[in-house]
């Protein structure tokens, strides 16, 4: 440590900095996540309502898909490819945390218009609710193994695109 060197604190700045530059291990985990989470709403979808369509469900999930392996897969991977399995599997989590957070709020949202909701606390009950019923849902029905799958093969491949060309 120099006296006269950056401090630190200013290195650890300029580290963020970075880290918020897209990378190849970002835009894959990014990517094979959101398609993952695509393809595994339309299984939940067939397990919560058969038959019924939801588009923004599908587009939602895509999103937090995204976001997940964008923010939380992205900068995890580089350690090796049992920490790179690691990492995917908490940005599935996550993102599916954070999907199922937003879908229910939305949902409430959405019963509010129709005056259904006498208070505050009816309505945060039902966000909790519909929150239990989804996590339910991905539970029971075979769209945790196609999560599982995919957090694992989102892990791998942003691991061998971090390897190649970061």
Do not use: C
């Not at 950056?6 to 990014?30: D, H």
């Not at 094979?32 to 393809?39: R, T």
């Not at 939380?72 to 954070?98: C, D, E, M, N, Y």
């Not at 509010?112 to 945060?124: I, N």
């Amino acid at each position: 440590m120099t006296m006269f060197g950056p401090s630190n604190y200013a290195q650890s700045l300029n580290e963020k900095k970075v880290m918020a530059m897209p990378t190849a291990s970002r835009i894959f985990g990014g990517a094979i996540l959101a398609a993952i989470f695509y393809f595994a709403s339309i299984v939940f979808i067939d397990a919560y309502r058969p038959g019924m369509v939801f588009f923004e469900f599908n587009v939602g999930a895509a999103i937090m898909g995204l976001w997940g392996g964008w923010v939380v897969l992205g900068k995890r991977v580089g350690h090796g490819f049992p920490s790179s399995i690691g990492a995917g599997v908490l940005a599935t989590f996550a993102a599916t945390f954070w999907g199922l957070f937003v879908f229910s709020v939305t949902n409430m949202f959405l019963r509010t218009k129709t005056f259904r909701f006498t208070d505050v606390e009816a309505a945060f009950f039902y966000v909790v609710d519909q929150f239990i019923l989804y996590w339910k849902t991905i539970f029971t029905s075979e769209t945790i193994f196609y999560m599982i799958i995919g957090a694992v093969l989102a892990g791998l491949l942003a691991e061998v695109a971090k390897k190649i060309w970061d």
